[in-house]
């Protein structure tokens, strides 16, 4: 059974990492175990983040332009080679689909969605076109899947079949080689880091809006810490790079910057680090909080939105209240000193991510549901 596959957010072959671009090949990845064939049906990217009603317009027309191109495609395919099924990862009115429900109508095929979000207040608000695109095509798919249980609240709203809205928890793949945590804490001592120290994580990107908003209060953070035998990692790079640098300037001797890693490398920093510490603000939930939890590193961060679709708070990690900078680091404070405490927690994680949010897990839950739709 062939899946024709659309990010209209951000497509799998973004050049830009990102979350949106990791979850949609994690998608893609579960699809595939799943046993669908999968191909990427269009790179065009629908996102309007300024609220340009002019922008937006020609975004619309481009997008049912090519979604009539693709429907004379398929019409020139035989039945075999066309798509079976249409899965569309992450719809909102900022980046509504104007492609997949066109196709979906002409080919006669069922229409997936996955990671959409229903937000009222933008019914009239700057975003109101893509809204209302949003809204229907939400309301036409044979099934909704909801990463987290925030955004099944909304979209109940839409989605007045029980059956219809599935929550598939957000998920990582399984890594087969395992890390190295001695080349981890190789690495940070290359870059300034120092031993016998507990070492605090974080692994973000340096740009504006909520990830600099994060950086911010994680600086508010280790600043309130009466302990001295810390040293923060962090993984990352972007525009915001000097700003980032100028929020920890005063504590130069205890961070340690590693700029951007991938694979290998970056699993063993995980492995080496002793506390993953990250605000959150504005997070979705937080690739990163499962792929520390994966390497056994317990997790510090803040009660928002998805994140405790990925932390369970007091299992595998500690969750305090949104922007509670001082609630944060008494909790980092705390586990900084009780090891044993520290060693139980990575135990939970480690468990709960292979347990509960594994790819056989998501591929399991996607198969499941595609088959009540279509056999």
């Not at 468990?351 to 998501?362: G, I, L, P, T």
Request: with cysteine; hydrophobic share 40%.
């Amino acid at each position: 059974m062939k899946v024709a596959f659309y990010a209209p957010m951000k497509s799998p072959n973004h050049p830009t990492p990102s979350g949106d671009r990791r979850m949609a090949r994690l998608l893609m990845e579960a699809l595939t175990q799943a046993g669908y064939s999968v191909d990427i049906a269009s790179e065009f990217r629908s996102f309007e983040g300024t609220g340009d009603a002019a922008v937006q317009e020609a975004i619309r027309r481009e997008g049912e332009q090519r979604a009539q191109e693709l429907i004379n495609t398929y019409a020139g395919m035989v039945r075999d080679e066309r798509p079976d099924v249409w899965f569309t990862y992450h719809l909102y009115h900022k980046a509504p689909d104007w492609i997949g429900p066109a196709v979906c109508r002409a080919l006669g095929i069922p229409y997936f969605v996955a990671e959409a979000s229903h937000a009222p207040k933008q019914k009239s608000g700057n975003w109101a076109t893509g809204f209302t695109a949003a809204e229907a095509a939400i309301g036409m798919a044979s099934r909704v899947f909801h990463l987290t249980t925030l955004d099944a609240e909304c979209l109940r709203l839409i989605v007045k079949s029980p059956e219809k809205l599935v929550h598939l928890p957000p998920f990582i793949e399984q890594v087969n080689e395992p890390a190295d945590p001695e080349l981890g804490q190789k690495l940070i001592l290359e870059h300034g880091g120092r031993e016998n120290r507990v070492t605090l994580l974080c692994v973000a990107m340096m740009r504006a809006g909520d990830k600099f908003q994060s950086y911010q209060q994680l600086a508010d953070v280790v600043g309130r810490l009466t302990e001295e035998s810390w040293q923060l990692v962090i993984v990352g790079d972007g525009d915001y790079c000097q700003k980032v640098r100028a929020l920890f300037s005063r504590f130069e001797e205890q961070i340690v910057y590693l700029g951007l890693q991938d694979g290998k490398t970056l699993q063993s920093v995980y492995a080496a680090a002793d506390l993953y510490v990250w605000p959150a603000c504005g997070e979705a939930f937080g690739m990163a909080f499962l792929e520390a939890q994966r390497q056994g590193t317990p997790v510090v961060s803040a009660m928002v939105r998805g994140v405790p679709d990925v932390v369970v708070n007091g299992q595998t990690g500690i969750l305090v209240p949104p922007n509670d900078t001082q609630e944060m680091a008494r909790q980092v404070s705390t586990l900084m000193v009780d090891e044993n405490r520290r060693r139980q927690y990575g135990r939970s994680a480690q468990d709960f991510v292979f347990r509960e949010r594994s790819m056989k897990m998501a591929s399991d839950i996607l198969g499941k549901a595609i088959r009540e739709v279509v056999g």
